[in-house]
């Protein structure tokens, strides 16, 4: 067996979209819709514009995160194009 790709950064691509939720008082906040993954960053900004565009979502991003598969730690999102309403980035 092969261990040579075990410490190698594993790169995820993501759409993520956003709907509009009422929270309590009546006051409108966002809330994660759909959470997509690609294998390239421009599949996942052709998809947040795309869907930004549906009517079923206010908004949508495409980020890509870094994972070490050895500890399993994950990075901040580092945010490739944002459309639409979205949270602020330190949400």
């Known amino acids: 067996m092969d261990d040579s790709d075990e410490g190698t950064e594993k790169i995820h691509y ?35 514009e795309r869907e930004s565009r549906n009517g079923s979502c206010v908004g949508a991003d495409a980020y890509m995160i870094s994972e070490d598969p050895s500890s399993g730690e994950v990075s901040a999102p580092t945010f490739l194009a944002r459309f639409g309403r979205v949270p602020d980035d330190e949400e």
């Open 14 to 48: 993501i759409c993520q979209t956003y709907v509009e939720a009422k929270g309590r008082g009546g006051q409108a906040s966002l809330k994660v819709d759909k959470l997509l993954q690609y294998t390239t960053a421009a599949q996942a900004e052709d998809r947040a």
